[in-house]
């Protein structure tokens, strides 16, 4: 996987000055094939404010896979379907992932835009649907579930409306919920941890700034999340990108205890820590008991770059992303839409039901 994050770099590049990841316009969701000449000259580009921010938009650009493409060419439609071979439906393949399931507790970790709710234009009205509520649900009801976001945790608690699973917002950094131990009896003392807690008056100040200084910018909306900030631009005219991540740029360089990296449509600002989905992925598997355990099959499906962090291979478990368009992804399957989740978690929920009724 190639690296996400744009770090404020001090020894590099100067106090303030955005060291950004040419990596970050691999393929990715545009499906954009970067030539080694291409990246050659990128780099050059990066030792210059200009080239830095061109570089930036660059990125922005390839993180935005609902922009409208031309008919696919005939090389497109082979690289789909080379990627899907890579990274095949996990619908199509569900009977083997019921088979690597055997004998084993698995344990769900979900994304939520674009994973359970569909991308929107305001990020206000991100609402799952009824059946999509159900379908979690009934899979908290059989498997040990969490909801990883982006998001402050009580937004995600708000659009998710369900009891007796984890919340894990701020791309972890804020994680409360139930824990269900092989120690303890279910309805246990509850997990709860923040490992950015020292962060947030220095994200509260950041918020303030950004939202003075963006408001000049039709349609950017920055976004709140207690431990993390959200750049919108979704509904920022494409003319207008320059302008945004400069914006954005002139009010990181003075904060180097934090860093920013790319997502759908959106730029997201976090304390410079070592913590991301990934990591909050572990410490949920060790709060509930499973740390280290042969017997456990954790299953994170995500649509983000952020997500990556958690599609890590740790040697147990497995990765499925949610994407229409070839992506780089350390995912092993694929699912194409929220719809698709939502077959996948109803599948999954009966073949338990099956195996129960087998047992009995």
Same mark, same amino acid.
């Given at each position: 996987?190639?690296?996400?994050?744009?770090?404020?770099?001090?020894?590099?590049?100067?106090? @303030? $000055? #955005?060291?950004?990841?040419?990596? #970050?316009?691999?393929?990715?969701?545009?499906?954009?094939?970067?030539?080694?000449? =291409?990246?050659?000259?990128?780099?050059?580009?990066?030792?210059?404010?200009?080239?830095?921010?061109?570089?930036?938009?660059? =990125?922005?650009?390839?993180?935005?896979?609902?922009?409208?493409?031309?008919? %696919?060419?005939?090389?497109? *439609?082979? $690289?789909?379907?080379?990627?899907?071979?890579?990274?095949?439906?996990?619908?199509?393949?569900?009977?083997?992932? *019921?088979?690597?399931?055997?004998?084993? $507790?698995?344990?769900?970790?979900?994304?939520?835009?674009?994973?359970?709710?569909?991308?929107?234009?305001?990020?206000?009205?991100?609402?799952? =649907?009824?059946?999509?509520?159900?379908?979690?649900?009934?899979?908290?009801?059989?498997?040990?579930?969490?909801?990883?976001? @982006?998001?402050?945790?009580?937004?995600?608690?708000?659009?998710?409306?369900?009891?007796?699973?984890?919340? *894990?917002?701020?791309? !972890?950094?804020?994680?409360?919920?139930?824990?269900?131990?092989?120690?303890?009896?279910? !309805?246990?003392?509850?997990?709860?941890?923040?490992?950015?807690?020292?962060?947030?008056?220095?994200?509260?100040?950041?918020?303030?700034?950004?939202?003075?200084?963006?408001?000049?910018?039709?349609?950017?909306?920055?976004?709140?999340?207690?431990?993390?900030?959200?750049?919108?631009?979704?509904?920022?005219?494409?003319?207008?990108?320059?302008?945004?991540?400069?914006?954005?740029?002139?009010?990181?360089?003075?904060?180097?205890?934090?860093?920013?990296?790319?997502?759908?449509?959106?730029?997201?600002?976090?304390?410079?820590?070592?913590?991301?989905?990934?990591?909050?992925?572990?410490?949920?598997?060790?709060?509930?008991?499973?740390?280290?355990?042969?017997?456990?099959?954790?299953?994170?499906?995500?649509?983000?770059?952020?997500?990556?962090?958690?599609?890590?291979?740790? @040697?147990? !478990?497995? @990765?499925?992303?949610?994407?229409?368009?070839?992506?780089?992804?350390?995912?092993?399957?694929?699912?194409?839409?929220?719809?698709?989740?939502?077959?996948?978690?109803?599948?999954?929920?009966?073949?338990?039901?099956?195996?129960?009724? %087998?047992?009995?």
């Amino acid at each position: 996987m190639t690296k996400q994050s744009v770090m404020i770099s001090d020894a590099k590049l100067g106090i @303030g $000055q #955005l060291a950004i990841s040419l990596e #970050l316009l691999a393929a990715a969701e545009s499906c954009i094939e970067i030539s080694s000449s =291409s990246r050659r000259k990128l780099l050059k580009s990066e030792t210059t404010e200009p080239g830095k921010i061109a570089t930036w938009v660059a =990125s922005m650009r390839a993180s935005s896979p609902t922009r409208v493409r031309p008919a %696919a060419s005939l090389f497109e *439609a082979e $690289q789909h379907n080379s990627w899907m071979v890579r990274h095949p439906s996990a619908l199509g393949m569900f009977e083997q992932i *019921a088979s690597a399931s055997k004998g084993k $507790q698995v344990v769900m970790f979900l994304d939520y835009d674009g994973t359970l709710s569909p991308i929107v234009q305001d990020p206000d009205q991100a609402f799952m =649907s009824d059946e999509m509520r159900e379908a979690v649900k009934e899979t908290a009801r059989h498997f040990p579930t969490a909801i990883v976001s @982006g998001r402050c945790r009580d937004k995600v608690y708000g659009f998710v409306r369900l009891g007796g699973l984890i919340y *894990a917002g701020s791309h !972890g950094m804020d994680i409360r919920g139930p824990s269900r131990s092989r120690k303890e009896q279910k !309805g246990g003392k509850s997990v709860l941890f923040q490992p950015a807690s020292e962060f947030l008056p220095m994200i509260d100040e950041v918020y303030k700034i950004l939202l003075e200084r963006t408001k000049s910018i039709p349609g950017a909306k920055v976004e709140t999340n207690k431990f993390c900030l959200s750049v919108h631009f979704r509904c920022v005219d494409e003319k207008k990108w320059v302008d945004l991540a400069e914006q954005v740029r002139i009010v990181l360089k003075e904060y180097p205890k934090l860093k920013l990296t790319h997502g759908r449509k959106v730029l997201e600002i976090r304390p410079a820590i070592k913590w991301d989905k990934g990591k909050a992925l572990e410490f949920l598997l060790n709060s509930l008991g499973y740390a280290n355990s042969d017997d456990v099959l954790p299953v994170y499906i995500g649509d983000d770059r952020t997500d990556e962090d958690a599609f890590k291979d740790r @040697g147990q !478990g497995l @990765g499925i992303v949610v994407s229409k368009v070839p992506k780089e992804t350390r995912a092993s399957y694929s699912l194409q839409e929220p719809s698709e989740v939502m077959d996948f978690l109803r599948r999954l929920v009966e073949w338990k039901r099956n195996s129960i009724r %087998a047992s009995i």
